[in-house]
């Protein structure tokens, strides 16, 4: 009887619980568990904060839907004096025109629109970091330093720069300082054709630093080849029997070249009949140095002799003065005859102007023609590809059909190659990016097979 009356005043209204909802956790043995609350773990765990969080929510729900607590707001501002329909059958009649022209339901807004409109009353957080500015400590200490010397009257370094180039350019037209309400100006268009040159003025003045000048270079085009080539007409669909044998004798040639490339490259890496091994030199190098020849023998001797004879010492003997000025008189007279021998040549090449003017023209005409030939190289290596990396360009192979393989029309066409290589082989051969390999698959980890229990019972 104790237990069916705490239970029918547990289910009253008015009766308030240690704990609203019993977790069955919490009973060990049908006992409630001791729990020490001087624990800071057990806190949350055991405590009953309901009435808080309810509380909580509910200034949360007042602070949305009114924009702060009720307790705080004015009578005003929740009640109003409801005075009946006087102010609709004024406003009628105010508006007659207007009711009018509105037949049926009056506009309202649409529903996607509300709730699309924001509800709460309460502001969207301030987003710090869109305040924020990268150095702006050193930024404000910069104006501030700046208004410091405009108070003194000194000039930066920067505005003396601008000065100092518009020193040149003060006797230009006053037209920089007329009235921007002047109807008779000139009309600067800013989506001119022509831009203003980098020495300008204006340009200095608006931008604080002059254009940079580009290179002549970067107008120039890596490759002289188009970007799309045109392929021979022997690969058309129903060529000719004349331009589809010509293109097929491109074909053969690069196939031989390549053969012999091929032959060539078996060629060296063969191995010489006469350098291999046989029986007679494996006997000779295994005997090599046991056995004495009987030559080395006899020469030793003599190379003991010369060995001797070279560490002798050789005296010079001294020479007399007639003898060296008779090595003078020698030399004057070698000169003497050398000087004659320069003048009779060069009197003899008075003579031979002509000739000499043949040679000279002969030698420039020769230089022309190297200088030619030197430019249509360059010319030439303009439309080939260059070494940008450490692989040579492989130029694709050529997409031919045999007579019997080609099609009657382009409905029996069959598709062949493919359109991303023959671009991404378009850009290696006009120098845009460098020749590469496709990068090989490199497994860091081993792979390691191991057999599952299920399979082996069946095995």
Known sequence: SSRRLRRMAASQPGFLTL?????????????????????????????????????????????????GLLSEKSDDSLFFVDLGQTDKAEQNAAEPD???????????????????QGDSFIPPPKDVLAYQKPNAKKLRRIAQKAEQLAAKGVVPRAQKKLLNRRLADRTVKKAVAEANNNPDRDYYDMWAQKSKSPADPWCVLQTGKQQVKRPKKLN????????????????????????????????????????????????????????KA?????????????????EDEETSPNKEDEEASG????????????????????????????????QTVQQQQLFQLRSIKAAIKQQEQQAKKRWSKRKEKQE????????????????????????????????????????????????QKRNLIEPRERAKFRRKLKVKYVEKRAFKEIT
């Open 220 to 275: 120039q085009k890596p490759s002289a080849l188009p970007a799309v080539e045109v392929i021979a007409p022997g690969g058309s669909y129903n060529p000719d029997f004349l331009s589809h044998q010509a293109l097929l004798q491109e074909a053969h040639e690069v196939e031989v070249k390549k053969k012999k490339q091929e032959d060539k490259l078996e060629k060296q890496l063969a191995v010489n009949r006469e350098d």
């Open 380 to 427: 030439a290596q303009k439309a080939q590809p260059r070494r940008l990396g450490k692989l040579k360009f492989q130029a694709p192979d050529l997409e031919v059909q045999l007579r019997d393989e080609l099609a009657g029309s382009l409905r029996q066409l069959k598709p062949e190659g493919s359109i991303l290589k023959d671009r991404f082989k378009s850009l």
């Open 19 to 67: 704990k609203p909802s019993s977790d069955p956790t919490d009973l060990v043995g049908g006992r409630r568990k001791r729990v020490n609350k001087n624990k800071k773990k057990n806190w949350n765990k055991f405590s009953d904060i309901t009435d808080v969080e309810e509380f909580l929510e509910d200034v949360r729900h007042q602070e949305r839907t009114t924009g």
């Open 311 to 342: 560490a002798a010492i050789t005296v010079t003997e001294k020479k007399t003065e007639r003898q060296r000025k008779k090595e003078k008189a020698e030399k004057r007279k070698e000169q003497q005859q050398l000087s004659v021998k320069r």
């Open 98 to 116: 207007e009711g009018k022209k509105r037949k049926g339901k009056s506009t309202r807004p649409l529903r996607i629109d509300l709730i699309l």
């Open 278 to 294: 046989t029986a007679e030199t494996a006997l000779r190098e295994e005997v090599e140095g046991l056995i004495e020849d009987e």
